[in-house]
């Protein structure tokens, strides 16, 4: 077990280090766009990275409590009042994916299984599991997940701050901050037990969604186990981060060129017409846009939803936004697929 670990230590301290200067540079989300930086560029180079299996799993429950902490009763109630944006959400999302999956078929150069279960805007592991479900080729589904959710996470936050968004402490209501370390383990505790229960019965994202689930029905009941400690929510963008930068190999450009080329074209497609539904929304209902935009990027649950904490953005409205497209996009993939593959077919 020890050797195990001792094999991950140096990715890990690379990562760490690579966050660390990000943070004293004033990158935007610096723990973990620097970390996810350093990985990517030691892995591209054919430096034997590694990370750990669990490492993303305590960076996605960490950040899935420090979400939960921010959905107060009086939250629970402005969420309520705008459950129409979680229908715009889940009709943009999917619509996504319809754009995504027509640039991808055209451009990439792959089947038409593969460019759907590579264009939808779900996770990358449940569409993979879709793709393999269907005879897709799930190393390109992946690979084209992987620089979706790479672009996104680093031109969105990026540009945020070229912009100078951000909000205030009374921009939404605010977590409470205090920190138990009783609180803490029990709160970390029942997170785990539930991300476990979660994975038994296989529903999407168990390590941000079963600790947001728990942390949420906490705190819409005023009970408050204890904050996210600073260092705490650091270490798990760290461990996001390292993990995601370990999924670009020194071949990972190589494999597939005409499919992550014709990924990226459906990134700069997306990202505009995100933009342009936010801003029209914005108008409709008076809530800001740069909320909105963090809400219906089309990038990572974790990534767009630490962008939003980071930026005290509006996080309940971005961290809804976001899992209600999750729950979209997953229930809705297959069925879609069937559809759209019986009308190609019948139409050729």
């Not at 109630?77 to 996504?96: D, E, P, Q, T, W």
């Not at 100078?164 to 370390?181: E, H, K, M, P, W």
């Amino acid at each position: 077990m020890a050797k195990t670990l001792q094999a991950y230590v140096p990715s890990f301290i690379i990562a760490l280090i690579g966050g660390a200067f990000a943070n004293i540079l004033g990158l935007p989300i610096p723990w973990l766009l620097g970390s996810l930086f350093t990985m990517a560029g030691c892995s591209l180079a054919g430096l034997p990275t590694k990370s750990a299996g669990f490492s993303r799993k305590a960076g996605l429950m960490v950040i899935g409590i420090s979400l939960g902490l921010y959905f107060t009763p009086q939250m629970a109630v402005l969420l309520g009042r705008h459950a129409y944006l979680m229908v715009a959400v889940a009709l943009f999302s999917i619509s996504l994916g319809f754009i995504g999956a027509w640039i991808i078929y055209k451009m990439g150069g792959v089947d038409f299984k593969t460019a759907w279960f590579a264009s939808v805007i779900g996770g990358a592991s449940e569409m993979s599991n879709f793709a393999e479900k269907q005879g897709a080729r799930v190393d390109q589904v992946v690979a084209a997940h992987s620089l979706r959710v790479f672009l996104v996470v680093t031109s969105v936050p990026f540009f945020y701050q070229f912009m100078g968004y951000r909000g205030g402490d009374d921009a939404f209501l605010t977590s409470n901050q205090t920190v138990s370390i009783f609180g803490l383990m029990l709160l970390l505790t029942l997170s785990t037990a539930t991300a476990k229960l979660f994975e038994k019965f296989h529903l999407s994202n168990p390590w941000t969604f079963a600790p947001l689930l728990v942390t949420v029905l906490l705190t819409a009941n005023n009970i408050h186990l204890s904050a996210i400690p600073t260092w705490l929510s650091a270490l798990g963008q760290v461990c996001i981060g390292w993990t995601l930068g370990t999924k670009f190999r020194s071949d990972f450009f190589a494999t597939a060129p005409r499919l992550l080329l014709a990924t990226a074209v459906s990134v700069m497609v997306h990202l505009p017409l995100t933009m342009a539904v936010s801003l029209g929304l914005a108008y409709l209902t008076g809530i800001d846009a740069t909320i909105l935009g963090l809400g219906f990027a089309p990038g990572g649950v974790a990534e767009m939803t630490i962008t939003a904490k980071t930026l005290q953005l509006g996080v309940p409205i971005v961290t809804m936004l976001h899992v209600v497209r999750m729950i979209a996009v997953i229930s809705t993939a297959g069925i879609l697929y069937h559809w759209l593959d019986n009308w190609l077919y019948n139409k050729k």
